[in-house]
T-cell receptor, first 114, second 115 residues
């Protein structure tokens, strides 16, 4: 079964700092990859997704992620974070096993200090 | 602006009581998922349906949990009897399967507290 690892559990940054959150998955076949964001007290919202094509994916709010198949990675990046980016970020993978559900990582809590 | 709706948003109940959570998927979506989020376990899949048929409920404790889709506009997750360890946020998500891709849209969740 596939699994997803997010190595950074809690990240604290100052505003304008650059962000990179790691995500690695374990599955040798074709995958769909997602990053979701959960603001305090709110539900999960899709930031960006990768299905196929250009491995550099741009999402909402200035976020982007790069799929590196050889490294089984899908790291999330943002060049300059804002206080409003304070949230929890979840990486998720759907493998081509026919199982439609997502497997989520444990999440990374990002705290941006003004 | 289509979105997944869930009711109730919050539920506090006593151990042993029955709890029913409801989800209205986005109109036209053919797949519905139930996830549970806790501090200890993170996000876990409980069950999912495609075209109202249950495809996978292996993540759900069968003795007390049940999930159904009585029609295309309503999915329910029931816990009977509830236990304190069931306290969590339960998210419903719906999606439209297109070939091998599925994008899921999440509802606001039901925050359940079992005393």
């Amino acid at each position: 079964a596939q699994s997803v690892s997010q190595h950074n559990h809690h990240v604290i940054l100052s505003e304008a700092a650059s962000l990179e959150l790691g995500c690695n998955y374990s599955y040798g076949g074709t995958v769909n990859l997602f990053w979701y964001v959960q603001y305090p007290g709110q539900h999960l919202q899709l930031l960006l997704k990768y299905f196929s094509g250009d491995p550099l994916v741009k999402g909402i709010k200035g976020f982007e992620a790069e799929f590196i198949k050889s490294k089984f990675s899908f790291n999330l990046r943002k060049p300059s974070v804002q206080w409003s980016d304070t949230a929890e970020y979840f990486c998720a993978v759907k493998a081509d096993t026919g199982r439609r559900a997502l497997t989520f990582g444990s999440g990374t809590r990002l705290q941006v200090q003004p | 602006d289509a979105r997944v709706t869930q009711t109730p948003r919050h539920k506090v109940t006593e151990m042993g009581q029955e709890v029913t959570m409801r989800c209205q998927p986005i109109l036209g979506h053919n797949t519905v998922f139930w996830y549970r989020q806790t501090m200890m376990q993170g996000l876990e899949l409980l069950a999912y349906f495609r075209n109202r048929a249950p495809l996978d409920d292996s993540g759900m404790p069968k003795d007390r949990f049940s999930a159904e889709m009585p029609d295309a506009t309503l999915a329910t997750l029931k816990i009977q009897p509830s236990e304190p360890r069931d306290s969590a946020v339960y998210f419903c998500a719906s999606g439209l399967v297109l070939g091998t891709t599925t994008e899921q849209f999440f509802g606001p969740g039901t925050r359940l507290t079992v005393l």
